[in-house]
């Protein structure tokens, strides 16, 4: 899907939610308010919003939830770093890093708003222990290499 469509999708889920007309122009100004943000961000926002607000949100509104799904994935990510440095693994190889977005993209993709918070969280926990346990494996096997020597 285009940046462009999963936008869209995200329109109408909290157009639907929120019961409210979902018109060309109406679209057409959410989507000029809000084009700049990362896609992921915006789809990260509007699973809050869903689950947070009371009435459909203005652009700005949107923005700011935006932003601030954008500052928890980056504290996320700090308290991760963090985490590993004091655990004295090696650090992160680009494949390494690769492996865990795909892991962790195939299962949290925006498609499974289905699911109830209480389950999306559950999801997310076993999500992450599987690439906790990715992460390991592919570590075991680089120092399994790399002291066959």
């Known amino acids: 899907m285009t940046t462009a ?6 329109l109408a889920r909290l157009t639907e939610v929120f019961r ?9 100004s959410y989507w000029e308010a809000l084009a700049a943000w990362p ?8 699973k809050a919003l869903i689950a947070g607000s009371r009435f459909f949100p203005k652009p700005v509104e949107w923005a700011d939830a935006a932003a601030q799904w954008r500052q928890d994935r ?4 700090t308290s991760m770093r963090v985490q590993l440095a004091a655990s004295n693994e090696p650090p992160l190889r680009a494949e390494d890093v690769r492996a865990l977005v795909a892991h962790l993209g195939a299962k949290l993709h925006w498609g499974e708003t289905h699911l109830s918070p209480a389950a999306f969280e559950q999801r997310k926990r076993e999500a992450l222990d599987q690439a906790a346990q990715l ?3 592919v570590r075991d096997e680089a120092t ?6």
Do not use: N
């Not at 409210?20 to 057409?28: G, I, Q």
């Not at 980056?74 to 990510?77: P, T």
């Open 5 to 10: 469509e999963r936008f869209a999708v995200c």
């Open 20 to 28: 409210v007309d979902l018109t060309p122009s109406l679209a057409e």
């Open 39 to 46: 896609i992921e961000a915006l789809e990260g926002a509007a």
């Open 74 to 77: 980056q504290l996320e990510a």
């Open 135 to 137: 992460m390991r494996r």
């Open 144 to 149: 399994d290499g790399a002291q066959s020597l």
